[in-house]
């Protein structure tokens, strides 16, 4: 089982920048397909960026241009860069990993990954 966790999070105006960072630990794959899921408040989780074994990447809609997923394999870590923050990306950022291929599976859907951290909390304020 692998151990992950975020750090990066806080507070930030409109239009600010932040980089959230997850150290995975454990039983580490060097090919795991990990991810970024945002939990707004009231809502549900939602996949925000993936990537794949091979480097590929995936974002959501409402992220993507902004947003930037990438992973360091030789440090265990996974980041993600944020720009041009809004209000609604307000919520608890959480990372995940599975030690399986994505194969056919949704890479931003939360069935897909097996291990999560305890997630960071992002505040954008106007």
């Known amino acids: 089982q692998v151990q992950l966790v975020e750090s990066g999070g806080g507070s930030v105006q409109v239009g600010g920048s932040l980089t959230l960072s997850c150290v995975a630990s454990?039983?580490?794959?060097?090919?795991?397909?990990m991810g970024w899921f945002h939990q707004a408040p009231g809502r549900e989780r939602e996949g925000v960026a993936t990537i794949n074994n091979d480097g590929t990447t995936y974002y959501a809609a409402s992220v993507k241009g902004r947003f930037t997923i990438s992973k360091d394999n030789a440090m265990h870590t996974l980041f993600l860069k944020m720009n041009s923050l809004k209000p609604e990306d307000t919520g608890i950022y959480y990372c995940?990993?599975?030690?399986?291929?994505?194969?056919?599976?949704?890479?931003?859907?939360?069935?897909?990954?097996?291990?999560w951290g305890q997630g960071t909390q992002v505040t954008v304020s106007s």
């Open positions: 995940a990993a599975d030690r399986f291929e994505l194969g056919v599976r949704d890479p931003l859907s939360s069935d897909t990954f097996g291990n």
């Open positions: 454990g039983h580490i794959y060097s090919r795991y397909p």
